[in-house]
Nanobody, 123 residues
Framework: VQFVESGGGLVQAGGSLRLSCAASGSIFDNYYAIGWFRQAPGKEDLEGVSCISSSDGGTYYVDFVKGRFTISSDTAKNTVYLQMNSLKPEDTAVYYC???????????????WGRGTQVTVSS
């Protein structure tokens, strides 16, 4: 499966963006979860941000985005969204979607990355 992320851009602190992750094929039947990840400037590692379970639609968030970000999906469109509100400069990163999840307790194998979309939050 291939992913195409979109929706990134430049926004002021406190603003909102909605990211989309469109898959080339069926994802919810074939993978246990779909997740959003990000890579901050100057950092090599990606960090998990949020994911959604394919089995029951359960959603999972890391602490630093809880209450601000919302993950959702449209199974008919094989698309996953990430609504980001109250953005902070530290949210600046390239955001990727992938099969799998890095957020406990659903964390597991991750693969099939998209190319990412840049999110820049100005102060």
């Amino acid at each position: 499966v291939q992913f195409v992320e979109s929706g990134g851009g430049l926004v002021q602190a406190g603003g909102s963006l909605r990211l989309s992750c469109a898959a080339s094929g069926s994802i919810f039947d074939n993978y246990y979860a779909i997740g959003w990840f990000r890579q901050a400037p100057g950092k090599e590692d990606l960090e998990g941000v949020s994911c959604i379970s394919s089995s029951d639609g359960g959603t999972y968030y890391v602490d630093f985005v809880k209450g601000r970000f919302t993950i959702s999906s449209d199974t008919a469109k094989n698309t996953v969204y990430l609504q980001m509100n109250s953005l902070k400069p530290e949210d600046t990163a390239v955001y990727y979607c992938a099969t799998g999840c890095a957020v406990p307790p659903l964390a597991g194998p991750v693969g099939s990355w998209g190319r990412g979309t840049q999110v820049t939050v100005s102060s």
